[in-house]
């Protein structure tokens, strides 16, 4: 293993685990790690990986007494935010066999199937437990939820869990692409059928990552190729996109908004797993190196990810999207904790 990663990676976990909550994200009460939220979702996802990488007891025990105080707790609102906190409680249900692991994953995947909100053709609205967002589809979606449905879907084998995942995937870029760069937009307002926001980074960072996780996973279907070629001509416009430094700007194709390091860390995550994988040519790596070194410039000696975004809903312009402050956050924590895994995986070879 590279010895500067796993430091970096051991400091981004550590921070994430304790991380000083008096300058929290944009001040937002469900910021705060103790919420079952979908930034904390992501951070969780980030450390499952690092307890992966490096094995650290320490790491999964964390884990495990965030998730089991929530469980004990017995009050989890359902939607499609809340879904991404149960890629941990898929790595405790697969490390313990707990019965109430299992449970809440079925809970909430038979929710999605049955019972989630849905937009223009079956697509997930984007749903929050404290707003609502009546018939917009946005990129953040698959993430959140995508990735949860799939792997529990093959765990489980509930075949239907992983045919909806691969379904919404191929629903979102269609309501979402670009046709001219290949990327996303932020979101689609169904009342008004029309494409809403901007090319925005970490929405496509979104839909990079979570491309990079579920399409080993739905290799047997029928759509697959589909949904192959989406997310591979999806990454030729993510590199088209890179800055010289190795970043990618908050409005992808405005080079006049600032760099964003949660974009970034998703991008090399994507790359890296799409090299890892086969399904991107290998020469890609270049880019994912790229982005982890001005990545790494980013990190404190705390393990604080600096020039991250805070949240940001679908938005008219670039210059909205521009005015969205850098500030700490648990998801940009946990897409660089995934970042810098990614690179030992390919480190390792």
């Known amino acids: ?61 964390f884990i495990r007494r965030w998730v089991d105080a929530h469980l004990d707790a017995g009050v989890i609102g359902k939607s499609i935010n809340t879904t991404a906190p149960l890629l941990a409680v898929i790595k405790l249900w697969e490390l313990t066999g707990e019965t109430r692991y299992a449970a809440i994953c079925d809970e909430f995947a038979d929710w999605c199937l049955a019972e989630a909100p849905r937009a223009d053709e079956g697509a997930f609205e984007h749903s929050c437990t404290e707003n609502a967002y009546p018939q917009e589809i946005w990129a953040d979606t698959l993430f959140m939820g995508g990735i949860f449905l799939a792997r529990w879907g093959v765990l489980r084998q509930r075949q239907a869990y992983v045919k909806e995942a691969a379904r919404q995937f191929i629903l979102h870029y269609r309501y979402l692409a670009d046709d001219r760069s290949g990327l996303i937009h932020h979101g689609y307002y169904g009342k008004e059928r029309a494409r809403k926001g901007v090319l925005w980074g970490r929405g496509n960072g ?35 996109a890179q800055h010289e430094s190795g970043a990618w700007h908050t409005v992808m194709d405005d080079w ?44 404190d000696e705390d393990g604080l990810v600096n020039h991250g975004s805070g949240g940001t809903c679908v938005m008219a312009d670039s210059r909205d999207y521009h005015a969205i402050p850098y500030t700490f956050s648990y998801f940009a924590q946990g897409l660089t904790l995934m970042a810098l895994c990614s690179e030992l995986g390919s480190d390792s070879g």
Request: net charge neutral; aromatic share 10%; proline share 2%.
């Open 206 to 240: 979104w839909f990079a990552a979570a491309g990079a996780d579920v399409l080993p996973l739905v290799s047997n279907l029928a759509n697959y190729e589909t949904l192959r070629q989406n997310i591979v001509g999806h990454l030729e416009g993510v590199k088209r």
């Open 1 to 61: 293993m590279n010895a500067k990663t796993v430091e970096l990676l051991r400091k981004v976990a550590a921070y994430t685990m304790n991380a000083d909550e008096r300058n929290l994200e944009q001040n937002w009460t469900t910021s705060r790690l103790r919420e079952w939220q979908w930034g904390q979702g992501v951070a969780l996802y980030g450390l499952v990986q690092t307890y992966e990488a490096l094995q650290d007891d320490g790491v999964i025990a």
């Open 256 to 299: 006049q908004t600032y760099p964003e390091m949660s974009a970034t860390a998703a991008f090399a995550y994507a790359m890296n797993k799409g090299v890892q994988g086969g399904w991107v040519d290998p020469s890609d790596r270049s880019y994912a190196v790229k982005a982890i070194n001005r990545l790494a410039a980013s990190i």
